[in-house]
């Protein structure tokens, strides 16, 4: 078990983003400078390509599922919606959504005294992201020792490097069991509006079961990436056949072991990281298996490994607590490492980086080369575009699945599936009759009240706020909506981890509303010179490169959306996010205004 090397334990303690592509910009790089631009052309040429198809970028996506569509939202997991009177009553705190976003930050302020906590979900447990993805193969791409949250506190080791979907499921419970809070949640219940009572100064919250609930603060846990959203394909509506979302994964229909699909013609449309967890398994169940493929992922090793029980048994408590405080630091570079560093111009970091990521996607290359028989299939399921620009995936199955005979890659070559008849897609005058079509296409993106209209001060609504720009401190405040506090939204940092980013912001949120309660006021929000100052430092940082206009497009990148000024994520780095944070705390009034 690799967990006993040295070497592994270097690497379980080394950040994450050392384990998808490795960049020390003091390294050497492999290539001559002609063949890194060479390389780049090819991504701008498959880039222009891709965007010529969609010039219409996001508006692409149907994010409203309503009409013969609904059906694709509907929750396979829940039985009957358990009939209930509606709430007429007030929290302290109250969290729209059940993920890990609420969950950990609930423990926090369990932990500084807050009793009346509610978690209102639209699902029928908490869990979020893990509650409805409950596709074959759904697991995390992140080690578990540092994804699951509060793993101190709940005495836990997860049981493999990479946790699977079932055990974070059974993990988000038991944070929910330890916490209490299950005593007032209320679940197959979403939030549709979230208006500021300016003479009680409170939130009133009201829901899709006639409730009215009042909260003296809200928390917006609705999750990055969990709304379901569908490509607008002609004739989508046509299809026999039966179909579903990858997020709302029908057993009814394939066996919980998928051995119904044994005599079925099965589609998937998508080969992000939901389809290609759950191809390989398709793969083997599948009598026949067509993926329709518009861009691919790149899919490196993914190397999982059972946890060593000795090595489990000799953490000291407090284990997690130090491998993130670890993260906070950020690497930790020797002092000729820092001259060396700091005598770099910032061209010739970017550059490094670059050709470092080209590196690794030609390595991805190279990896398919050596395990897809088939010349052709190889060729297209090479990425042709910068490492990261598309989220990175991990499955060591994946590519194998290619050298099965029933498995087939309709390769769109950045088209897409443009029309779905009665029997199944149709691309270039071939159709392909499928017994079931699978949607793999995702997920809406880092928006802040879905669902669920947000009304702060005078009347004023969020997305009408928001409409030239997001404006944020931190991602988190958001001046004219007092008590609110908004998680997983843009202006944040990023980490590919992201529960790094949710345990920072839960901390933080968890200390805001302990000062207020502790100090008797009533209200915080945001001074709008502390949120000016933010909005340009992330003007300012995401400014940095033409990563953006570069890129394939994608989620990332607002599908090749010219960079969006302020509306995406703070790329000043993890480190200095959290610092910025801890400042803010440490002289409050500086940043906030408090009422009485
Ligand atoms: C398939 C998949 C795989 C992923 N893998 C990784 C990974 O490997 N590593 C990683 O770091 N991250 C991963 N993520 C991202 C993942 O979403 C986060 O890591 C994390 O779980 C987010 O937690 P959250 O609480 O913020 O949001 P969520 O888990 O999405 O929870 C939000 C909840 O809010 C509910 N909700 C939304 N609106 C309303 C409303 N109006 N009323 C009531 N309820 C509402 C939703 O039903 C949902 O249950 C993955 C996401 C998906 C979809």
Request: hydrophobic share 35%; proline share 4%.
């Amino acid at each position: 078990m690799a967990e006993k090397t040295s070497e592994a334990t270097a690497e379980k303690f080394a950040p994450v983003g050392m384990a998808i592509g490795a960049f020390n910009p003091l390294g050497e790089t492999a290539r001559s400078d002609a063949d890194y631009e060479s390389i780049k052309r090819r991504f701008a040429e498959e880039r222009d390509r891709r965007l010529a198809y969609r010039p219409e970028g996001s508006g692409q996506y149907i994010f409203e599922l309503e009409g013969p569509l609904a059906r694709y939202a509907v929750d396979p997991h829940a039985g009957e919606i358990a009939e209930r009177p509606p709430i007429d009553d007030e929290v302290e705190c109250l969290f729209i959504g059940g993920g890990f976003s609420a969950l950990l930050t609930s423990a926090r302020l369990r932990e500084r005294g807050v009793e009346s906590i509610r978690i209102v979900e639209r699902g029928a447990d908490v869990g979020g992201t893990w509650y409805w993805n409950r596709y074959p193969g759904v697991a995390c791409d992140v080690p578990s020792y540092d994804y699951l949250p509060l793993l101190d506190e709940l005495d836990y080791v997860p049981l493999n490097r990479y946790a699977k979907g079932p055990e974070i499921y059974a993990h988000c419970r038991a944070i929910a069991k330890k916490y209490g809070l299950y005593d007032l949640a209320v679940f197959q219940t979403t939030v549709t509006s979230t208006v500021w009572d300016e003479a009680e100064r409170t939130w009133e919250v009201r829901t899709d079961r006639g409730d009215r609930m009042r909260a003296r603060f809200v928390i917006c846990a609705n999750g990055t990436l969990s709304k379901p959203k569908l490509s607008k394909i002609r004739g989508m509506e046509s299809f026999r056949g039966h179909s579903f979302h990858t997020s709302r994964w029908d057993y009814a229909y394939t066996g919980r072991d998928l051995s119904k699909l044994a005599d079925k013609v099965v589609g998937i449309i998508g080969t992000g990281a939901s389809a290609v967890q759950s191809i390989p398994r398709l793969a083997v169940a599948a009598k026949e298996l067509y993926v329709f493929q518009r861009t691919p992922s790149s899919i490196d090793l993914r190397n999982d490994w059972a946890t060593d029980p000795n090595w489990a048994r000799r953490l000291k408590p407090g284990w997690q607590a130090k491998r993130r405080e670890k993260m906070l630091r950020g690497p930790e570079l020797s002092d000729e490492q820092k001259a060396q560093m700091a005598a770099l111009s910032r061209d010739e970091k970017v550059r490094r980086q670059e050709n470092a990521n080209i590196d690794y996607m030609m390595r991805i290359h190279e990896r398919i080369d050596a395990i897809v028989e088939d010349k052709v299939t190889a060729d297209a399921l090479k990425p042709w575009y910068m490492f990261m620009c598309k989220r990175p995936c991990f499955d060591d199955e994946y590519l194998p699945s290619y050298n099965r005979r029933n498995v087939h890659l309709v390769d769109t070559k950045g088209k897409g599936i443009t029309e779905i008849t009665a029997q199944g897609p149709t691309f270039e005058g071939t159709p392909y009759a499928l017994d079931v079509l699978i949607y793999a296409t995702g997920f809406e993106v880092q928006k802040t009240g879905i669902y669920n209209r947000i009304v702060g001060e005078d009347g004023r609504d969020l997305d009408e706020k928001y409409r030239d720009g997001v404006r944020t401190l931190f991602g988190i405040h958001t001046q004219g909506f007092p008590n609110l506090f908004i998680m997983g939204g843009y202006q944040a940092s990023f980490q590919f981890n992201l529960t790094d980013i949710l345990q920072t912001q839960g901390d933080h949120i968890a200390d805001c509303i302990d000062h207020v309660r502790r100090s008797g006021f009533r209200t915080i929000d945001v001074k709008p010179e502390a949120e000016d100052w933010w909005v340009e430092q992330v003007i300012e940082h995401r400014g940095k490169t033409t990563r953006n206009q570069e890129c394939t497009p994608g989620y990332y990148n607002f599908e090749g959306a010219a960079n969006r000024r302020q509306d995406g994520n703070y790329n000043g780095g993890m480190v200095r996010y959290y610092s910025h944070m801890r400042d803010a705390r440490a002289a409050m009034d500086q940043s906030f205004d408090f009422e009485k």
